[in-house]
Every structure is written in structure tokens, then in C-alpha cells.
């Protein structure tokens, strides 16, 4: 029997656009609002890890998790928050990695672990909303 999902496949160069795109953005926002626009590209770098790491978390999900699970509706809700809770928590691992070697940032500042995750929990569904606005499947309708 064959899965009923369909995997995820999307040209690097637009995952690329979009990712980093959105990391300059942010990156800028984030600069500016703190009033430090020299912090801008370290900004953009850690956005970046949230931007172009959540893609490949729910790569993870969609193409390797999904078709391994049941397809209960509950079911799969339930693994995608927890990937997205492990995702968050890897990822701000990596922000505080990056954090660390730039004399900008202060790693202390980042959340506790668990709130990383519940954070990036956040960040997907607001994600997937964007995605439902403009047709694409998404978490809420079950298809992406």
C-alpha cells in the first residue's frame, strides 16, 4: 500500500528566496527596533536559523514522519507539534552556538529551551496561516 501523502519538493533556489529574504527582513527589523543597525547582518544570520532551519524541520515532518505515522487527523497533529517543539529546541541551540561567537549578541538573552519550542510551535502555526491566505496547503486545512 502506498502512502497517501504526497512529498514536499520545492526548487532550492525558492526556498532560497524565500528563507533568506525573510531573514534580511526581520534581520532588519529586529536591527533597527533595538537601535543597533550595525547588529543588522548577525540579525539576519539568526533569523535565518529559524527561517531556512524551520524549512528543513518540516521537510523532516512532511517527507520522512508523516508517511511513517498513521493517518489519524490527531495523530498527526500531535507528531508535527512535537517535531516542531524538537525543532524549536535544536534551533535555539544553534542560534546560542551563533550567538556565542559574535561580540553583538548576548546568548544569555535567549528563552529557556522549553520556551524555544513553544515559541517555533508559534512561529509554524503564524507560518501556516500565511499559507492558508494564499491558498497553499497547510497545517489547517491537513494538507501541508
Given at each position: 500500500?502506498?502512502?497517501?501523502?504526497q512529498?514536499?519538493?520545492e526548487?532550492?533556489?525558492?526556498?532560497?528566496?524565500r528563507?533568506?529574504?525573510?531573514?534580511?527582513i526581520?534581520?532588519?527589523?529586529v536591527?533597527?527596533?533595538?537601535?543597533?543597525l550595525?547588529?543588522?547582518?548577525?540579525?539576519?544570520?539568526?533569523v535565518?536559523w529559524i527561517?531556512f532551519?524551520?524549512?528543513?524541520?518540516?521537510?523532516?515532518?512532511?517527507?520522512?514522519?508523516?508517511?511513517?505515522?498513521?493517518?489519524?487527523?490527531?495523530?498527526?497533529?500531535a507528531?508535527?507539534?512535537?517535531?516542531?517543539?524538537?525543532?524549536?529546541v535544536?534551533?535555539?541551540?544553534?542560534?546560542?552556538l551563533t550567538m556565542r561567537v559574535?561580540?553583538?549578541?548576548?546568548?544569555?538573552?535567549l528563552p529557556?529551551?522549553?520556551?524555544a519550542?513553544?515559541l517555533?510551535?508559534?512561529?509554524?502555526?503564524v507560518?501556516?496561516?500565511a499559507?492558508?491566505l494564499?491558498?497553499?496547503?497547510?497545517?489547517y486545512?491537513?494538507?501541508g
Amino acid at each position: 500500500m502506498t502512502s497517501p501523502w504526497q512529498p514536499f519538493r520545492e526548487p532550492l533556489r525558492e526556498t532560497l528566496l524565500r528563507t533568506v529574504g525573510l531573514a534580511v527582513i526581520v534581520g532588519g527589523v529586529v536591527a533597527w527596533r533595538f537601535g543597533r543597525l550595525q547588529a543588522w547582518p548577525v540579525a539576519a544570520v539568526l533569523v535565518l536559523w529559524i527561517s531556512f532551519g524551520g524549512h528543513w524541520i518540516e521537510l523532516l515532518f512532511l517527507n520522512w514522519l508523516r508517511p511513517r505515522i498513521p493517518g489519524s487527523r490527531a495523530l498527526q497533529v500531535a507528531a508535527r507539534f512535537g517535531v516542531w517543539f524538537i525543532g524549536g529546541v535544536a534551533l535555539r541551540i544553534a542560534i546560542m552556538l551563533t550567538m556565542r561567537v559574535s561580540p553583538l549578541t548576548n546568548a544569555n538573552s535567549l528563552p529557556q529551551w522549553w520556551v524555544a519550542g513553544l515559541l517555533f510551535i508559534a512561529i509554524e502555526l503564524v507560518a501556516h496561516v500565511a499559507l492558508a491566505l494564499r491558498g497553499r496547503p497547510n497545517f489547517y486545512n491537513g494538507d501541508g
